[in-house]
C-alpha cells in the first residue's frame, strides 16, 4: 500500500535545538518526496524536495531508501519556523499522498 | 501577482443540500488539483486537471461528488446532497505551465461545515 507516516502530530523544540520532524513512506516504485509548510495564516507552500537536495531555510531532509524516510532536519530552531509541516510522496507524475502533519512549536 | 483564489472560504450547509466550491487557479497555468483535508487528516487527492486531457477522477470518494475545469481556467467542485462526513476543508492547487508538478500553489481553502 502507498503511505506518508508522520508519527508526531505535535513536536515542541526549544529555540536554538535541533530538530528533526519524521516521515516514513510505504511505495514500491521510485518515490519522490517532498516537505510542504503551511505557517499560521498562510497557504500550503513547497518547502523542499528530495531530488534537489536543497536546503531552504536552514532545513534539508535525506532520502533514505533502506529505513523508508526522509526526516526533516534543522540544527538550530528559530522560532519562525514554527508551522505545520507535511510530507509528501508523489507517485507517477502527479498524483500525492500527504502525511497527516506535524506541528512545530519553537519555545522562546 | 495574485496567487490560487477560493470561494467561498466558509461554507455551512444542511445535510442534504448541494454545494459548489470554486477555485481560481493562477492564470496560465496548466494543471489543477483538488484536495480534502478532513479534521486531523492529511491532504487526500480528490480529482487533478491537466490542460485538455480528460481528468483524473481517481480520488472522488462517491458519485455525489464531481469537478469541471471551464475554459482551462476555472474549476468547480459540486458536491451533491452532502452528508456530514463531507465536513472538512477543500484545498486547490495549481501548477505552473511545462507540467513540472513538483511545484503546487495552493489556495486558501474553502471550510465547508454540514450540520
Known amino acids: 500500500a502507498q503511505r506518508v507516516t508522520q508519527p508526531e502530530k505535535l513536536l515542541s523544540v526549544f529555540k536554538g535545538a535541533p530538530v528533526e520532524l519524521k516521515c516514513n513512506y510505504s511505495y514500491s516504485g521510485s518515490p519522490e518526496l517532498f516537505w510542504y509548510v503551511q505557517y499560521s495564516r498562510q497557504r500550503l507552500q513547497l518547502l523542499l524536495r528530495h531530488i534537489s537536495r536543497e536546503s531552504i531555510k536552514g532545513f534539508t531532509a535525506d532520502l533514505n531508501k533502506g529505513e523508508t524516510s526522509f526526516h526533516l532536519k534543522k540544527p538550530f530552531a528559530q522560532e519562525e519556523d514554527s508551522a505545520m509541516y507535511y510530507c509528501?510522496?508523489?507517485?507517477?507524475?502527479?498524483?500525492?499522498?500527504f502525511g497527516t502533519g506535524t506541528r512545530l512549536k519553537v519555545l522562546a | 501577482g495574485a496567487g490560487v483564489s477560493q470561494s467561498p472560504s466558509n461554507k455551512v450547509t444542511e445535510k442534504g443540500k448541494d454545494v459548489e466550491l470554486r477555485c481560481d487557479p493562477i492564470?496560465?497555468?496548466?494543471?489543477l488539483y483538488w484536495y480534502r483535508q478532513s479534521l486531523g487528516q492529511g491532504l487526500e487527492f480528490l480529482i487533478y486537471?491537466?490542460?485538455?486531457?480528460?481528468?483524473?477522477k481517481s480520488g472522488l470518494p462517491s458519485d455525489r461528488f464531481s469537478a469541471e475545469r471551464t475554459g482551462g481556467s476555472v474549476s468547480t467542485l459540486t458536491i451533491q446532497r452532502t452528508q456530514q462526513e463531507d465536513s472538512a476543508v477543500y484545498l486547490c492547487a495549481s501548477i505552473s505551465a511545462g507540467g513540472n508538478t513538483d511545484t503546487q500553489y495552493f489556495g486558501p481553502g474553502t471550510r465547508l461545515t454540514v450540520l
Open positions: 486537471f491537466q490542460g485538455n486531457s480528460a481528468p483524473d
Open positions: 492564470s496560465g497555468h496548466t494543471a
Open positions: 509528501a510522496l508523489r507517485t507517477g507524475t502527479y498524483k500525492y499522498i
